[in-house]
C-alpha cells in the first residue's frame, strides 16, 4: 500500500516490528484534498457487496445480461507504472487492484474475506498456510498455481528475486520471511517471530502475479501491461493521463456488472468535481467541503463520505525542549480545540480523536476520550511545566491533507493565543517536510509539526510502531514503556488479551501525549447517480462492487 | 542617448496618444502601490482569520447553501444549511479561503511581479547586452558561435526551461527585510519581503538572449559607421568604443525591448507561481492556483481578482512600451516575448 | 542560391542546433545538487538500483564517454528508462508529441485565421470603432495570462453553460481521422472533438491572435501607404484585390517571422494550457515529471521539444524564402 509520492523506503520504517505498516503519509497528493481512506464501520455495505458476484454468476455463459455500462473514475494522480509490487501509493494500488489480487481480501468496512485462497491458517508460532481456490485463471487464460502464489511472495520480500521493491516487508516483515513452499494447492509462509497480524497483513497486501509472466517479460512490458487474476483486464494503457480496464469474464467470482472502468486523474478538486457533474466521470474523490453542497445540489451526482483510516496529528519531539516536558505536551491538547476545528474548518468532515488509533481499529481504548479545549488548564499546565513564555514553531505541509493549512493555522493561533505560549506556522512544501521526518536520525527532524498518517491494516500497532518505537523509522519518541508495552502485545499469541494490551498502550499514549491529537480525517467521494457504489474503508476504488442503476 | 529630440518625440506622442497616458497612470500606480505597499494595504496580507474566510467583495453579499456533516453510528451524515455571507467593509475585495484579505494580497503581490518583472529584466540585459554588443562589434567567430548558441538557446520554451531549472535546483527565496516595517512606520505589516531568487535567477537565464540578438543587430549596423571607424583610426581601444559610441546607440531599442520583457516576465512569473514554482505565497499566479479550486463553489474573487491585476499591470506596461516604440521607432525585430 | 540549396542549408544548421540542445540536455544533469545519479534515481531507490543507474550513466567512465553514450543512445532511440514509471522514456515521450502537435497546431489555425482579417480590417477602417474594438481586443489578448483565461473559460462555457467539455482530449484528431473511414458517425465525432479542443485552443491561442492582429495591423498601415500600392490603385484594380494581393503579402513576411521567433512561446503557452485542461501532452507529462522527480522523462521532453522547435523553424524559414522573392539566402 502506499506511502506516497515521496516514496520513502519503507524498509527502514518497519525493521523494529518486522511487520508491515501499510502506512500512508499522504495518499492521493495533489492539492487539499487529499484523501484519507474510506473506514466504513460497515454497517450497511455487507449486503451489497454479496449480491455482486451473484448477479454475475447467473449471466456467466454468454453474458447476455452483463450490462456495457462503463464506469469512469477519476483520482487525484495517475500511476507509476502497472508493475503491482513496484510502487508504495494509493493511485497506483487503486489502478492495479482492479487486475490483481492477493491471497486474502477485505470487504469494503475492512472486514478480511477469502480472495485467492480459500483458507489460512497458522500452523505453528511462525508459520501460516494458505490453501489457493481451484480453478482461478491469469487474464492470459493460464491457470492460477501455488507456484505463482509463492513467487509472488517471494517476489515482493527477497532482494535477490524481486530487486528491491518498496514492498519488502509488507508481508511478514522485513528480512524476516524463513522461506516459502508450494505444492498441492498450498502455500506455506515460513518467518521469524510470532507475527499475531500476520493475516491483516496478507489480507492488505500482496497481490500474486504469474511467475513465468513476470519472468518472461522486461520491466518496461510488466509497467505497461498485465496479467492478473482480478474482475478487469487491461485494455488501454496510456501512461499518466488514462487507464480502461475491461470485465474480465473468466473471473472467478462470475464476472462484474459494469463493462469496463476508465481511470483517470487530476490533481485539482475542482476538475474533479466538475467531471462529475458534466457526467464525465462516475466516482471521484477527495470533494473538498467547499464543493459538497455544489455535488449535492446536483441532479447528477451525490456525496458519499467515509470515516478514513488517515489520522492528523501535531507531532512534538521528545527530545526537544519545551517538548521535553508531559506537562506542556499536555497542555497544548487543553488548547488546542480540535472538536472546532473539525466543525469549522473541516464542515465536520473529520472526527475529533485522543489518542493515535482510530475507533474501527484493533486496540482502540473506548475509555479514552479526546482532550477538551480548556485553555486555563493549558496554562496551569504551562506554568508548572516550567516552561512559561516558551516560543515554538508549527511546520505544516501545504495542501497534502484535506485543508492541511487551514488546520494548522487554526491549531497554531489557538496555542499562540495562550498568555504563556507564542507559537509560529511555517508551511511547507510536503515533499521537503517529508524528506527531514523521514530522516534515520531523530536530530533531524522537525520538533513540532503537522502529519497524517494511514493505516490500512486496522491495527493499533501499524501507527504505534513506525511513529512512536525507538526503532520506528518516522518515531519522534523514546520511550522505553512504549516499547514494551509494543513488543508485549506483538508476542501475544491470544487476540484477546493482545486486544488489552494495546487497549492500555493508547490509553498510556493518551496521558503521555506525544502528539497533540487532531482527528479521523473522512474521505468525501462524489458518485454518480447512474451507479450504486458504497465506498471503502481502504481506499481502494472497487467498481467490480457497483451496480449501473 | 536621451538627446532633447528623444525627450521631444516621447512628449509629442504621449500628447497624442490616449492609449500612452492610460498606460502611464496604470504603470505608475501599480509602481506606488509595490512600493508603499505597507501603507496602501488595510491588513496584513499573511494574517489569517478562519472566522471571516471567503467573504465576498463588497457588492457581492449572497446566501449559500453549506452542508456539513457529522459521524452517527460509524456513519456520515450530511445536513445542508443555508447562510447569508455578508460582505465586510474591512474588506473590500473580499477574503480568500484563510480569511485572508485579497485588497491587501493584491498589493503585495504588485511588489512581487514588479521586483520579478523588472530585476529579471535587468539581469537579462547585464548578460545579454554585452555579450550581443562585443559579438556584433568583433563579428567573424564571436558573432558566429554566439548565435549558434542563441539559437540554441531559443530551442528550449522560457516556460520549459524555467521549470525545468527550478524543478533540478529548487527553489530558493530570499528574505529581505521591509524598511517601512524596520523604521516602525506601519506597524503590523509582515517585516521581511520574500524575494523568489531563483525565479529572478531563472528568467535572467532564459531571456537574455534576447537582448543580445538586439545588442548585436546594432552593434553590426553600427560597426561599419563612418564615426566608429574614424575612433578606431584613431586608435581608441575597443572597450571605449564600445561604451562610448555602439552603447548610446543601441540603448533605445534596448529600453523598448526591455520594456516588452518586463511584460513578458510579469506573465511568465505568474505562469511558474500558478504552477507551484516561485518561492513566495505573495503572488499573483498563487493567489490563482490556491482560488482554482473555490471558482466552481462561486468564491470567483480569488482567482478572479489577482488574474486582472496581472491584466492590468501587463496591459499598463505594454502601452508603455507602444508609446516608447512609436515615439522612439527603433526597428525591433519581432515583439521578443517570453 | 537555389530554394532547394537554401533549404539543405537550414537542415545543416537546424542538425547543429539540435547537437546543441543535445548537449544542453546532457549538462542539465549535472545541474541538481549532489551525484547525477539523484537526477535520475526516485528518491526511494536503493542502493542496488543507485548503483546500476550510476552503471548505466558510465558514471565510472571519463566524461567524454558519457557524452558520447547518451548521444550514441538518442541516435538509436533510446532516451533511456524512467526508473519512476518502470518504463522507457521514449516511448513514453512520443507517444505524448501527437497531442501537443494537435493542441498548437489548433491554436495556431484559430489564431491565424482570426487575427489575419482582424488586423486587415483594423488597418482599413483605422480609427474607427471596428479598428478601436480590435486594439481593445489585442491589447487584453496580449496582457492575459491564458491559464488564467483557461480558468474562466472553463467556469463560464464548461460549468455554467455546459457548452464545452471541462477537461481532457477524448478521442483527438486521429478519432476524428478514424470516424472518416471507421463505422463510428462522423459528424458526432467531429462534435465531440471540437467540445474538447475549443477552449484549450482558445486560451493557448488568444495571446498569437493579438500578437498578429497587431502586426498586421500595422504592417498593413505600412504598406497601404506605399506608393506602389498606390501605383496599382491608380491602375483600376478593385481596392480589395489590392489589400489583398500586394499588401497582404507583404505584411505576412515580418508576421511568419514572429511567428517563428515565438514558437518557443507557443510551446511553453501549450505546457500550461495543459495542465489546466488536463490536456494528455507534453506539458502534462513534463510537470507531472517535475512533481515526481522522473528526469529521465524530463530530459526526453526537453529534446523532443527543442528538436520539434528546429523543425518547424526550418519549415517557417522555407515558407518565408517561397513567400518573399526578394529574400536573400544568406
Known amino acids: 500500500m502506499s506511502l506516497d509520492d515521496s516514496r520513502v523506503d519503507r524498509r527502514d520504517l518497519l525493521k523494529y516490528a518486522g511487520a508491515a505498516s501499510a502506512a500512508v503519509l499522504a495518499g492521493c497528493t495533489g492539492d487539499g484534498g487529499d484523501g484519507g481512506s474510506g473506514g466504513d464501520d460497515g454497517s450497511g455495505s455487507d449486503g451489497d457487496s454479496g449480491d455482486g458476484g451473484d448477479g454475475g454468476s447467473g449471466g456467466d455463459e454468454e453474458g447476455e445480461q452483463l450490462s456495457d455500462v462503463n464506469v469512469g473514475v477519476t483520482m487525484g494522480q495517475m500511476d507509476s507504472g502497472l508493475d503491482p509490487h513496484d510502487h508504495a501509493e494509493t493511485n497506483t494500488d487503486i489502478i492495479v487492484s482492479q487486475a490483481y489480487e492477493g491471497l486474502m481480501g477485505r470487504e469494503p468496512d475492512g472486514t478480511i474475506v477469502a480472495a485467492l485462497a480459500t483458507e489460512w491458517e497458522r500452523v505453528e508460532a511462525g508459520t501460516a498456510r494458505f490453501t489457493l481456490r481451484d480453478g482461478v485463471t491469469f487474464h492470459n487464460g493460464d491457470e492460477l498455481t501455488a507456484e505463482d502464489a509463492r513467487y509472488s511472495i517471494r517476489r515482493i520480500e527477497l532482494e535477490e528475486v524481486g530487486g528491491a521493491l518498496p514492498q519488502a516487508g509488507d508481508l511478514v516483515g522485513a528480512g524476516s520471511l524463513d522461506g516459502v513452499e508450494a505444492g498441492d494447492g498450498e502455500v506455506t509462509v515460513g518467518f521469524a517471530g510470532l507475527n499475531p497480524i500476520v493475516f491483516q497483513l496478507f489480507a492488505t497486501n500482496g497481490q500474486v502475479m504469474q511467475q513465468s509472466w513476470v519472468e518472461e517479460n522486461d520491466t518496461d512490458f510488466i509497467n505497461r501491461n498485465v496479467n492478473g487474476t482480478g474482475p478487469f483486464q487491461l485494455a488501454e494503457y496510456d501512461s499518466g493521463n488514462e487507464v480502461v480496464v475491461e470485465r474480465y469474464r473468466d473471473y472467478w467470482d462470475g464476472p462484474a456488472e459494469v463493462a469496463s472502468v476508465t481511470l483517470n486523474a487530476s490533481s485539482e478538486s475542482s476538475t474533479r468535481v466538475n467531471r462529475l457533474l458534466a457526467e464525465e466521470s462516475d466516482v471521484v474523490t477527495n470533494v473538498p467541503p467547499q464543493e459538497v453542497s455544489r455535488v449535492e445540489e446536483s441532479e447528477v451526482a451525490s456525496i458519499n463520505p467515509v470515516p478514513s483510516t488517515r489520522v492528523i496529528f501535531l507531532q512534538m519531539r521528545y527530545d526537544v525542549e519545551p517538548f521535553t516536558s508531559q506537562e506542556f505536551r499536555q497542555a497544548l491538547n487543553y488548547a488546542v480545540d480540535n472538536a472546532g476545528i473539525v466543525e469549522s474548518v473541516l464542515n465536520g468532515f473529520g472526527a475529533s480523536s485522543g489518542q493515535p488509533t482510530l475507533e474501527q481499529f484493533t486496540g482502540y481504548s473506548p475509555d479514552v476520550e479526546p482532550y477538551p479545549h480548556d485553555p486555563e488548564r493549558a496554562e496551569e499546565l504551562v506554568e508548572q511545566s516550567g516552561f512559561a513564555g516558551a516560543e515554538i514553531e508549527l511546520q505544516t505541509p501545504i495542501g497534502r491533507y484535506l485543508k492541511d493549512v487551514e488546520i494548522a493555522q487554526a491549531a497554531a493561533s489557538q496555542i499562540d493565543s495562550l498568555s504563556n505560549v507564542s507559537c509560529e506556522l511555517n508551511q511547507r512544501e510536503f515533499s521537503a517536510l517529508v524528506q527531514d521526518i523521514t530522516t534515520g536520525e531523530i536530530e533531524d527532524k522537525p520538533a513540532f509539526n503537522l502529519l497524517g498518517w494511514g493505516n490500512g491494516e486496522f491495527d493499533a500497532t501499524q501507527t504505534i510502531i513506525p511513529l512512536m518505537t525507538s526503532d520506528g523509522a518516522l518515531t519522534i519518541l523514546k520511550n522505553d514503556e512504549v516499547d514494551a508495552m509494543v513488543a508485549e502485545a506483538q508476542n501475544e499469541a491470544d487476540p484477546q488479551a493482545r486486544e488489552q494490551l494495546l487497549q492500555d498502550l493508547n490509553a498510556f499514549l493518551h496521558d503521555l501525549a506525544p502528539w497533540v491529537f487532531m482527528h479521523q480525517q473522512f474521505s468525501v467521494y462524489g458518485v454518480s447517480g447512474e451507479i450504486e457504489w458504497e465506498p471503502r474503508a481502504d481506499e481502494i476504488i472497487d467498481p467490480y462492487r457497483a451496480r449501473p442503476q | 542617448m536621451v538627446s532633447p529630440r528623444v525627450v521631444r518625440n516621447l512628449k509629442k506622442e504621449f500628447r497624442r496618444s490616449a492609449l500612452a497616458k492610460v498606460g502611464l497612470v496604470l504603470v505608475v500606480g501599480v509602481l506606488l502601490v509595490a512600493v508603499f505597499a505597507p501603507f496602501v494595504a488595510p491588513h496584513n496580507p499573511t494574517e489569517q482569520d478562519l472566522d471571516g474566510k471567503q467573504l465576498p467583495p463588497i457588492g457581492f453579499s449572497k446566501t449559500v447553501e453549506e452542508t456539513s456533516s457529522e459521524l452517527v453510528d460509524g456513519e456520515v451524515r450530511t445536513v445542508t444549511e443555508t447562510t447569508r455571507i455578508e460582505a465586510d467593509p474591512q474588506h473590500p475585495l473580499g477574503t480568500d479561503p484563510l480569511g485572508r484579505d485579497m485588497l491587501s494580497r493584491i498589493v503585495y503581490g504588485a511588489r512581487t511581479s514588479l521586483l520579478v518583472g523588472v530585476l529579471g529584466t535587468v539581469l537579462a540585459a547585464a548578460v545579454g547586452v554585452p555579450v550581443g554588443l562585443i559579438a556584433g562589434y568583433k563579428s567573424g567567430r564571436v558573432d558566429d558561435a554566439l548565435m549558434r548558441f542563441a539559437d540554441v538557446s531559443l530551442a528550449f520554451p522560457s516556460l520549459v526551461l524555467a521549470v525545468a531549472l527550478i524543478g533540478l535546483w529548487g527553489r530558493a527565496a530570499v528574505e529581505l527585510p521591509d524598511p517601512f516595517v524596520s523604521a516602525g512606520l506601519a506597524p503590523g505589516m509582515p517585516a521581511t519581503f520574500t524575494l523568489p531568487g531563483t525565479v529572478i535567477v531563472v528568467v535572467g537565464i532564459v531571456n537574455w538572449v534576447w537582448f543580445a540578438r538586439v545588442a548585436r543587430g546594432e552593434a553590426l549596423s553600427i560597426r561599419t559607421e563612418e564615426y566608429v571607424k574614424a575612433a578606431r583610426a584613431l586608435g581608441g581601444s575597443d572597450r571605449g568604443i564600445l561604451l562610448s559610441h555602439v552603447l548610446p546607440n543601441a540603448i533605445t531599442p534596448i529600453i523598448v525591448l526591455g520594456t516588452v520583457q518586463i511584460a513578458a516576465i510579469i506573465l511568465l512569473e505568474s505562469a511558474l507561481s500558478f504552477l507551484g514554482f516561485s518561492g513566495t505565497t505573495l503572488s499573483w499566479g498563487f493567489d490563482i492556483a490556491q482560488g482554482r479550486d473555490y471558482i466552481s463553489s462561486g468564491q470567483w474573487w480569488i482567482a478572479g481578482i489577482p488574474g486582472f491585476a496581472i491584466m492590468l499591470s501587463v496591459i499598463g506596461v505594454n502601452l508603455l512600451g507602444d508609446w516608447l516604440r512609436d515615439a522612439l521607432d527603433p526597428d525591433i525585430e519581432g515583439e521578443g516575448g517570453g | ?330
Open chain 3, 1 to 330: 542560391m537555389s530554394v532547394a540549396r537554401f533549404v539543405t542549408k537550414r537542415v545543416v544548421q537546424g542538425v547543429g542546433v539540435v547537437w546543441g540542445v543535445v548537449t544542453v540536455v546532457f549538462a542539465l544533469r549535472f545541474v541538481t545538487p549532489g551525484s547525477p545519479v539523484n537526477a535520475v534515481a526516485p528518491l526511494d531507490a536503493s542502493q542496488e538500483t543507485r548503483r546500476a543507474i550510476a552503471v548505466e550513466l558510465g558514471l565510472d567512465q571519463p566524461l567524454y564517454v558519457q557524452y558520447l553514450q547518451y548521444v550514441g543512445d538518442l541516435l538509436r532511440g533510446d532516451m533511456g528508462f524512467s526508473y519512476v514509471r518502470g518504463q522507457d522514456v521514449a516511448r513514453l515521450v512520443f507517444l505524448k508529441l501527437p497531442a501537443t502537435v494537435e493542441l498548437a497546431v489548433a491554436a495556431t489555425v484559430l489564431a491565424i485565421a482570426i487575427s489575419i482579417p482582424l488586423g486587415v480590417l483594423s488597418a482599413t477602417r483605422r480609427n474607427q470603432p471596428a479598428d478601436y474594438l480590435a486594439t481593445l481586443f489585442s491589447l487584453g489578448g496580449i496582457s492575459t495570462p491564458n491559464f488564467w483565461l483557461g480558468i474562466m473559460m472553463i467556469l463560464v462555457l464548461a460549468v455554467q453553460l455546459g457548452l464545452f467539455q471541462t477537461s481532457g482530449r477524448g478521442v483527438g484528431f486521429p478519432g476524428v481521422l478514424a470516424a472518416v473511414v471507421g463505422p463510428e458517425p462522423f459528424l458526432d465525432t467531429l462534435l465531440s472533438w471540437l467540445s474538447y479542443i475549443t477552449l484549450p485552443a482558445i486560451a493557448l491561442g488568444t495571446y498569437f491572435t493579438a500578437l498578429i492582429t497587431r502586426l498586421t495591423r500595422s504592417g498593413m498601415l505600412d504598406e497601404l501607404g506605399e506608393a506602389y500600392v498606390q501605383a496599382t490603385r491608380a491602375k483600376g484594380l478593385p481596392e480589395t484585390l489590392v489589400r489583398y494581393k500586394h499588401a497582404l503579402r507583404n505584411t505576412l513576411i515580418p508576421v511568419i517571422t514572429v511567428l517563428g521567433l515565438q514558437l518557443g512561446t507557443l510551446i511553453g503557452g501549450a505546457v500550461i494550457t495543459e495542465a489546466v485542461f488536463s490536456w494528455p501532452g507534453l506539458g502534462t507529462l513534463v510537470i507531472q515529471s517535475i512533481n515526481l522527480r522522473d528526469w529521465p522523462v524530463l530530459q526526453g521532453c526537453l529534446v523532443i521539444i527543442g528538436t520539434s522547435f528546429v523543425v518547424v523553424n526550418i519549415v517557417v524559414d522555407t515558407l518565408y524564402a517561397h513567400l518573399d522573392p526578394g529574400v536573400v539566402y544568406d
